[in-house]
């Protein structure tokens, strides 16, 4: 059974920092490419960020570019986002999640966490 669990959400204001992190076990860490969807109220699960499983390459959407970084440590098995510059509009809850390409990831992952709330004040 595939679990992904992540923390390090929280309540931020905007122009801070947070650092999500995602925890896999072994198998499904170094199996998979990693990454983050982020929803936010009212609104439909979308793309932010996701790193092959090598950690060579990444992909992010527009609207996290230059903000977010996204990095796995494949010794702890977990990935995490660093998340700069934040802005109310990147209050949502983050998903961490998992499928064994990066371009099957940004479209469709085949594993989910149970998500983390981020809450950016203006």
């Known amino acids: 059974q595939v679990r992904l669990v992540e923390s390090g959400g929280g309540l931020v204001q905007a122009g801070g920092s947070l650092r999500l992190s995602c925890a896999a076990s072994r198998r499904t860490f170094l199996e998979n490419a990693m990454g983050w969807f982020r929803q936010a109220p009212g609104k439909e699960r979308e793309f932010a960020a996701g790193i092959d499983w090598i950690g060579g390459s990444t992909d992010y959407a527009d609207s996290v570019k230059g903000r977010f970084t996204i990095s796995r440590d494949n010794a702890a098995y977990t990935v995490y986002l660093q998340m700069n510059s934040l802005k109310p509009e990147d209050t949502a809850v983050y998903y961490c999640?998992?499928?064994?390409?990066?371009?099957?990831?940004?479209?469709?992952?085949?594993?989910w966490g149970q998500g983390t709330q981020v809450t950016v004040s203006s």
């Open positions: 999640a998992a499928s064994p390409r990066l371009v099957l990831l940004t479209t469709n992952p085949n594993y």
